[in-house]
């Protein structure tokens, strides 16, 4: 029996029943992770934000760039069919080598023709020459014969002063004659002289015929200088698809040649990229043609001006086109980047895509992650 009446309506606890010692402890709240992971995201979006800020300023970077080389038509320059072909599709020249034959065997002829000019020219002008002595000889001869003529006529004048009866009338006009024949003569000579002058011109090399013959020869043989094609500069050939035989047409392209003399990087540049870039400014670039590699470069210069539409031609802007999107891409400008690194040689093809970043200025957190960025894009080429 229970003592004092307690328990009497307590029911005897159940041994298979274990007590929840938990109901006493005080409740742990649990973490969200969704507002984890966002809080995160929200942190990085702000970074990036942040960085897009300051780098589009002071670490500007484009993948709109192109590697850009001198590309110039070989053109020959007087017509004929091709007797030899010194090259083929992509070969690599020098300057000066020859990459085309043109038969010279008529431009031969026609050197051998205009040195035969040239003596005829010589010869021609000898003769005019001894013509013009010869006038000259006439004309003193003329001028002799009238002072001849004017002594008599002044002696038969004086002898009819003195004496009138001395000397016939005949006589007095035969004087008279003689002395109007001879000025005649004189008049006659001076004009064969002159008209002698006037066919040979200015005498010795300055000689208007000989130099027109002298001239014509120096054509003739530049003429068949221009048989040889060669390389204006050391490059490669492209666009090439001719071969002996073939009949050159002057003024008409036989190949294509890209000229490696001078070769750069074309980087298109947002317009509110380029505030701070200063001619100088040291800049990295990616190839994809090198993937993984990262070159440098300084800025040669950056564009003044681009054209909004049309096809870009010589006397024209230059034609930068950006992306279209839903939001209007800022105005491209083209920012110039040189480079001298030997490691490039064999690397750098006309048109070539490359990645370009831009250091504005001695900021090393900046400059740090823009390091980084291109090249996190040179090893992103082994992929797109």
Not at 12 to 21: A, G, I, T
Not at 33 to 54: D, E, N
Not at 255 to 269: G, Y
Not at 344 to 366: E, K, N, W
């Amino acid at each position: 029996m229970p003592e004092n009446g307690e328990g009497a309506d307590t029911p005897p606890e159940d041994p298979r029943v274990e007590k929840d010692s938990s109901d006493d402890a005080p409740a742990t709240p649990k973490r969200d992770p969704i507002r984890a992971i966002t809080r995160i995201v929200l942190l990085l979006c702000l970074i990036g934000f942040g960085w897009h800020l300051l780098s589009d300023r002071f670490v500007p970077y484009t993948d709109q760039a192109s590697v850009q080389a001198l590309v110039v038509p070989i053109v020959p320059r007087v017509p004929g069919h091709l007797t030899d072909v010194y090259v083929r599709l992509h070969s690599i020249v020098g300057e000066g080598d020859e990459i085309f034959q043109i038969d010279r065997r008529p431009f031969e002829l026609a050197v051998r023709n205009a040195e035969a000019a040239v003596d005829n020219a010589t010869q021609q002008v000898g003769a005019l020459t001894a013509t013009v002595k010869s006038a000259a000889g006439r004309k003193g001869s003329a001028l002799a014969q009238l002072d001849r003529a004017q002594r008599n006529f002044d002696r038969t004048q004086r002898i009819i002063d003195q004496n009138p009866g001395a000397l016939s009338q005949a006589d007095r006009d035969r004087t008279e004659t003689s002395l109007d024949q001879a000025v005649e003569r004189v008049a006659s000579a001076e004009a064969d002289l002159d008209r002698a002058k006037q066919n040979l011109g200015t005498t010795g090399p300055d000689n208007a015929q000989l130099r027109g013959a002298i001239v014509a020869l120096e054509k003739a043989q530049l003429d068949l200088a221009f048989t040889t094609i060669h390389a204006p500069t050391s490059g490669v050939i492209e666009s090439f698809n001719v071969d002996v035989g073939h009949f050159a047409a002057a003024g008409q392209a036989l190949a294509t040649f890209v000229s490696t003399n001078d070769v750069w990087i074309q980087a298109d540049m947002r317009e509110n990229n380029i505030s701070l870039v200063k001619l100088g400014d040291p800049a990295e670039f990616v190839l994809d043609v090198a993937p993984g590699r990262v070159f440098r470069g300084t800025v040669r210069s950056v564009g003044y001006g681009v054209s909004s539409s049309g096809m870009t031609s010589r006397g024209s802007l230059p034609t930068v086109r950006g992306s279209q999107g839903w939001l209007r891409d800022p105005q491209r400008f083209p920012v110039i980047i040189d480079f001298d690194d030997d490691a490039l040689s064999g690397l750098l093809r006309a048109g070539g895509q490359a990645d370009v970043i831009i250091y504005t200025g001695d900021r090393s957190v900046l400059n740090a992650i823009g390091r980084l960025q291109i090249r996190v894009r040179g090893l992103l080429s082994y992929v797109r």
